[in-house]
């Protein structure tokens, strides 16, 4: 299909023109976030001491939330705990990821709620202990 898409573009077709879906791996969705090396997930700076414990699960990393970030997907990206995003107000559902264990609430409230036992990172903190399978 890429080469496809080229080749219509090199024959002249305009590019709004030309419609292509490709169905296999892709890379990881981080819009806004440029390529850079990958750190392993580790504690965030001056890590608080109280609070419910967020754990991440795939990364193998439990902190405690602090109320400085603004979201669970900010606490994600102060440890560098892999996370996909697009909009951080709860509309996209790129964040969408599965909540293991743990109460969370959002701010704002998402437009269109998550499937269940999911939450939209992207717009959520904790009310109590958290497990998220990130």
Avoid at 2 to 8: D, I, K, N, P, Y
Avoid at 25 to 36: D, L
Avoid at 114 to 122: F, Q, S, Y
């Amino acid at each position: 299909m890429t080469e496809m898409a080229s080749a219509l573009r090199n024959l002249g077709v305009d590019a709004s023109r030309i419609r292509t879906e490709i169905f296999g791996p892709a890379p990881a969705i981080t819009p806004g976030v440029m390529p850079t090396p990958t750190r392993s997930p580790h504690h965030p700076e001056s890590e608080a001491t109280d609070g419910p414990q967020i754990g991440f699960a795939r990364s193998g990393l439990t902190v405690h939330w602090d109320a400085r970030y603004a979201s669970l997907l900010d606490l994600a990206e102060a440890c560098d705990v892999p996370a996909r995003w697009s909009c951080r107000t709860g509309v996209c559902h790129t964040c969408e990821t599965s909540l293991l264990s743990g109460t969370i609430g959002y701010a704002p409230d998402p437009v269109d709620n998550p499937a269940d036992g999911n939450v939209l990172i992207c717009c959520s903190h904790p009310v109590a202990d958290t497990v998220l399978d990130m």
